[in-house]
């Protein structure tokens, strides 16, 4: 297929967490907003005079000075974000919301504030409590603390507008991001897919990491492209798969995947498309900060959601996106030592193979996949497997 126009730019735009988009906003007079985790409601930072920036470490290589704040038992994603924040990498931010969603990234953003990491005169980190349960006693107290910890110093350090009018407008930038994403997203369906998963991830990942308003023109323009696109007469792939999971922000894990032969149908992971591109629906009945959290209580995924309905919610929604986008297998993955990850992946793996009969990879790794011999290893045997099963039951 012919290489889409704006690839290579995201691809090298994403080498750099302060990246070209992140510092023309700043320069417009935005405040880059840091954040840690999809608990935290992502268009609640996108506010007028802001702009989000999930946070990432890009080209991490040594984390020995991370790993002797944090131990090498601890994930090493959050291990690089300490390595990176004491090279100086974190301070082009204003501030840092995070959520207290697990010990290693409370301890991660922990020592940035303990270690003076951004010097800004402004500069502050806030710590939200966020729900466990999905029902309306938390969704009152997500909405309190989404409140206390994210609105409130915003608008009392900074002057940003928190009224619902404010609010009203970022969630609109935030569906039709989401609606550009998503519409991307719908071309991995085709049985001979006019984007591949690689690609898509790139430009999804570039909205969790870029001003929104400024990657609004590339992803127009892109879908315009994939609209005319022609996809090869004979696909490189022979297998398709869900990949479910913890965060993937490496372009190289998706890369890997890819290069033996699985394409990546549908990403249920911390910065895909799934829930994370979901647009928000919004009534007359509530307020938009009760909203906005409902949205995100209700269409979350995430592990640290332990009451038994969104349990059971969460292999439904994986066996979902593999009937939705004809996936021959799942591929589960978690970075190392990620508590709440490793527990799901144990127990969904097993059942969406034994319950669900899907064959399912299951695999654990380093934040930095690179050029992973083992990881390459077993995604080839993974697809060698998926033909047999295919041969048979022909």
Same mark, same amino acid.
């Given at each position: 297929?012919? &290489?889409?126009?704006?690839?290579?730019?995201?691809?090298?735009?994403?080498?750099?967490?302060?990246?070209?988009?992140?510092?023309?906003?700043?320069?417009?007079?935005?405040?880059?907003?840091?954040?840690?985790?999809?608990?935290?409601?992502?268009?609640?930072?996108?506010?007028?005079?802001?702009?989000?920036?999930?946070?990432?470490?890009?080209?991490?290589?040594?984390?020995?000075?991370?790993?002797?704040?944090?131990?090498?038992?601890?994930?090493?994603?959050?291990?690089?974000?300490?390595?990176?924040?004491?090279?100086?990498?974190?301070?082009?931010?204003?501030?840092?919301?995070?959520?207290?969603?697990?010990?290693?990234?409370?301890?991660?953003?922990?020592?940035?504030?303990?270690?003076?990491?951004?010097?800004?005169?402004?500069?502050?980190?806030?710590?939200? &409590?966020?729900?466990?349960?999905?029902?309306?006693?938390?969704?009152?107290?997500?909405?309190?603390?989404?409140?206390?910890?994210?609105?409130?110093?915003?608008?009392?350090?900074?002057?940003? %507008?928190?009224?619902?009018?404010?609010?009203?407008?970022?969630?609109?930038?935030?569906?039709?991001?989401?609606?550009?994403?998503?519409?991307?997203?719908?071309?991995?369906?085709?049985?001979?897919?006019?984007?591949?998963?690689?690609?898509?991830?790139?430009?999804?990942?570039?909205?969790?990491?870029?001003?929104?308003?400024?990657?609004?023109?590339?992803?127009? %323009?892109?879908?315009?492209?994939?609209?005319? =696109?022609?996809? &090869?007469?004979?696909?490189?792939?022979?297998?398709?798969?869900?990949?479910?999971?913890?965060?993937?922000?490496?372009?190289?894990?998706?890369?890997?995947?890819?290069?033996?032969?699985?394409?990546?149908?549908? &990403?249920?992971?911390?910065?895909?498309?799934?829930?994370?591109?979901?647009?928000?629906?919004?009534?007359?009945?509530?307020?938009?900060?009760?909203?906005?959290?409902?949205?995100?209580?209700?269409?979350?995924?995430?592990?640290?959601?332990?009451?038994?309905?969104?349990?059971?919610?969460?292999?439904?929604?994986?066996?979902?996106?593999?009937?939705?986008?004809?996936?021959?297998?799942?591929?589960?993955?978690?970075?190392?030592?990620?508590?709440?990850?490793?527990?799901?992946?144990?127990?969904?793996?097993?059942?969406?193979?034994?319950?669900?009969?899907?064959?399912?990879?299951?695999?654990?790794?380093?934040?930095?996949?690179?050029?992973?011999?083992?990881?390459?290893? =077993?995604?080839?045997?993974?697809?060698?497997?998926?033909?047999?099963?295919?041969?048979?039951?022909?």
């Amino acid at each position: 297929m012919k &290489d889409l126009k704006h690839l290579y730019y995201l691809e090298n735009l994403l080498a750099e967490a302060n990246n070209d988009l992140v510092r023309q906003a700043q320069e417009e007079g935005r405040l880059a907003v840091g954040n840690v985790c999809s608990l935290i409601p992502e268009v609640l930072l996108d506010l007028p005079g802001c702009f989000s920036v999930r946070l990432r470490a890009p080209r991490t290589g040594s984390m020995e000075v991370g790993t002797y704040y944090m131990t090498s038992l601890l994930c090493e994603f959050c291990r690089a974000l300490v390595e990176r924040a004491m090279e100086g990498g974190c301070e082009f931010l204003d501030c840092i919301i995070a959520p207290d969603a697990c010990a290693a990234m409370n301890r991660a953003v922990e020592n940035m504030e303990l270690l003076k990491t951004c010097n800004k005169e402004k500069f502050f980190i806030t710590y939200s &409590d966020v729900p466990m349960k999905s029902d309306e006693t938390a969704l009152k107290h997500y909405v309190k603390q989404m409140r206390l910890r994210v609105l409130e110093p915003l608008n009392k350090v900074y002057g940003i %507008d928190v009224s619902d009018e404010a609010l009203q407008k970022a969630v609109e930038q935030y569906n039709r991001i989401s609606k550009l994403i998503r519409e991307l997203g719908e071309y991995r369906k085709e049985e001979k897919p006019r984007i591949t998963g690689y690609e898509f991830h790139v430009f999804c990942l570039a909205t969790y990491v870029c001003p929104k308003d400024l990657l609004i023109p590339i992803l127009e %323009d892109t879908l315009k492209q994939v609209k005319r =696109r022609r996809p &090869d007469e004979k696909s490189p792939f022979r297998a398709r798969v869900v990949l479910a999971g913890s965060e993937i922000d490496d372009l190289d894990f998706i890369k890997l995947i890819e290069e033996n032969g699985a394409m990546v149908v549908a &990403d249920r992971h911390c910065f895909g498309s799934f829930p994370g591109r979901e647009e928000i629906q919004l009534n007359d009945q509530e307020d938009m900060l009760t909203q906005i959290c409902r949205h995100y209580m209700t269409t979350g995924q995430c592990p640290r959601y332990m009451n038994t309905d969104k349990i059971n919610e969460r292999k439904d929604y994986v066996d979902k996106l593999a009937k939705e986008y004809k996936a021959d297998g799942i591929i589960y993955e978690q970075m190392k030592f990620c508590d709440y990850w490793g527990y799901e992946r144990m127990a969904a793996s097993y059942i969406m193979e034994h319950e669900y009969g899907y064959p399912v990879l299951s695999v654990d790794r380093p934040y930095v996949v690179g050029t992973s011999g083992q990881l390459r290893t =077993r995604v080839q045997a993974f697809v060698e497997g998926l033909e047999i099963k295919e041969i048979h039951r022909r």
